[in-house]
């Protein structure tokens, strides 16, 4: 279980940088009731033990729930359908899906899933990888194509990924981005980073690698 492989590419610091952003942008100790949809290796509801909440994660890959279960196992994890919710109506007041709705067939239903078990009040944070990304842009103005992921089923940009969820009840507070999707963030750490979660987030909020949608179920 040890040498199970991560089931996303990123490195540990850009791990880090993501779960970093989620609480810098959501009052966590708030929460009472968290549900992390497509949990994978559990690392989010890993990083909020000093959290008095329960924490419940799902995914749809067996193996990666036996991993959480033996390395998380101050929180419930199950095998389960992120389109087909095994839970009551609001049953959560914070929702976290990080990098899942690009991989679901049923995008739609993901996101009214997770409509539907939020209670009202609570919130949601939507993470997926960023097809309006300033890379993606520059290689269509040259007339070249820029294939994603072959497990991507789906790709978002900000308006796409806005008007999805309004579409199923959410309210949308904010959505930003970081940029790790241009050469000088791996190259030249430093300024790759003042880039990133400066001059660039600044500039251009919504042009970065991944959108982070944070959202809230209205009362």
């Not at 799902?58 to 839970?87: G, N």
């Not at 944070?125 to 992921?149: D, L």
């Not at 690698?209 to 809230?216: D, P, Q, T």
Request: aromatic share 12%; with cysteine; charged share 30%.
């Amino acid at each position: 279980m040890d040498k199970l492989k991560k089931p996303t590419r990123w490195t540990e610091t850009e791990r880090k940088e993501i779960l970093a952003i989620i609480k810098d942008n959501l009052d966590l100790e708030s929460s009472t009731k968290i549900l992390d949809i497509g949990c994978g290796l559990g690392d989010f509801l890993g990083s909020l033990d000093y959290i008095d909440a329960e924490k419940v994660g799902i995914d749809i890959e067996k193996k990666y729930v036996e991993h959480c279960k033996i390395h998380h196992p101050e929180c419930t994890f199950k095998v389960a359908d992120a389109c087909d919710l095994p839970f009551p109506d609001e049953s959560f007041d914070l929702i976290i899906s990080i990098c899942a709705i690009e991989h679901v067939e049923n995008p739609s239903a993901l996101v009214r899933e997770a409509f539907r078990v939020c209670k009202p009040g609570g919130h949601a944070v939507f993470v997926t990888p960023n097809i309006g990304r300033w890379r993606r842009v520059i290689m269509a103005m040259k007339q070249k194509r820029r294939i994603e992921s072959p497990q991507h089923k789906h790709g978002w940009d900000y308006h796409i990924l806005y008007h999805l969820l309004d579409t199923y009840g959410w309210t949308v507070r904010k959505i930003t981005s970081r940029f790790v999707d241009f050469p000088f963030y791996r190259l030249l750490p430093r300024i790759g980073h003042h880039l990133s979660y400066g001059f660039l987030l600044r500039r251009f909020p919504w042009s970065g690698s991944e959108l982070f949608a944070f959202c809230v179920k209205e009362t």
